[in-house]
Nanobody, 115 residues
């Protein structure tokens, strides 16, 4: 059984930075895609970034240039480095794993950008 656990969320002022982490456990195979999505209050889930195990990374338009996704395959961990945060980045951030045709989600970590 696969489990994803996110951490690193919190309250940060506009212009600040945060680093999110997501640790995957269970039947994790070497070929997979891991990613980050977010859901702001009253809105649908939004794509933030994905990273393939082969090293291909894609970003949503709203975060390009400010967010950096990375992964440590040896630790089954993905990270999301966020800088220049804006109030509109406020959301619950979810980790996603796609492996062997199956889709898994974490419980989310809340990020609030406010002065």
């Amino acid at each position: 059984q696969v489990q994803l656990v996110e951490s690193g969320g919190g309250l940060v002022q506009p212009g600040g930075s945060l680093r999110l982490s997501c640790i995957a456990s269970g039947s994790i195979f070497s070929i997979n895609v891991m990613g980050w999505y977010r859901q702001a209050p009253g809105k649908g889930r939004e794509f933030v970034a994905t990273m393939s195990s082969g090293g291909i990374t894609n970003y949503g338009d709203s975060v390009k240039g400010r967010f950096t996704a990375s992964r440590d395959n040896a630790k089954n961990t993905v990270y999301l480095e966020m800088i220049s945060l804006k109030p509109e980045d406020t959301a619950v951030y979810y980790c996603r794993l796609i492996v062997r045709g199956k889709d898994y989600w974490g419980q989310g970590t809340r990020v609030t950008v406010s002065s």
